[in-house]
């Protein structure tokens, strides 16, 4: 985990990995609350006993949305700015969800600083995404997140 005061702090991590989550797996009954909440309860998600007697997996398949939202909790164990007083999800330019995730599955987040524009206020922070999958060459997701960061009294 890289700590910093000041986003200013990472110009000279610009290209780099700024950290890895600790390894975290996705029990079936988390999957099918996510269903449950997002209204997406298709069978592949939240029935175990069809998923695996028809779906190509073998178990119930984590949501692409399920994943791509692990991201904020687990980024917080890849990197901190002492001096943020405000964090704003800015978007994302691109999302892929390249590998299945199953209740067997331990995915871990990769962050990468691929880009940071700093201002008076703070920062601007993209920041390249990979959900790895253990014992895997193919991550699960790939996204590029963009963070703006403010500093400073509010």
């Not at 600790?22 to 309860?41: K, M, N, Q, S, Y």
């Not at 178990?59 to 007083?85: I, K, P, R």
């Not at 331990?106 to 990468?112: C, D, H, P, Y």
């Not at 940071?116 to 959900?131: F, H, P, T, W």
Request: with cysteine; glycine share 8%.
């Amino acid at each position: 985990m890289i700590a910093v005061n000041s986003a200013r702090e990472l110009t000279d991590k610009v290209g780099q990995v700024l950290g890895h989550s600790e390894w975290l797996t996705l029990p079936a009954d988390r999957i099918a609350a996510f269903g449950a909440v997002t209204g997406d309860e298709h069978w592949i998600h939240v029935d175990r006993e069809r998923a695996r007697a028809e779906g190509p997996f073998g178990d119930v398949l984590a949501h692409g949305f399920l994943l791509l939202g692990l991201v904020t909790g687990l980024a917080n164990q890849c990197y901190s700015v002492a001096d943020a007083v405000r964090w704003t999800n800015y978007g994302l330019d691109r999302v892929r969800f390249t590998a299945p995730v199953t209740p067997s599955s331990e995915v871990r987040l990769a962050l990468t600083l691929k880009s940071l524009d700093v201002s008076q206020d703070g920062a601007r922070l993209v920041l390249g995404c990979e959900l790895e999958l253990r014992d895997s060459s193919r991550p699960a997701m790939v996204a590029d997140w963009i963070v703006l960061i403010a500093e400073g009294e509010e």
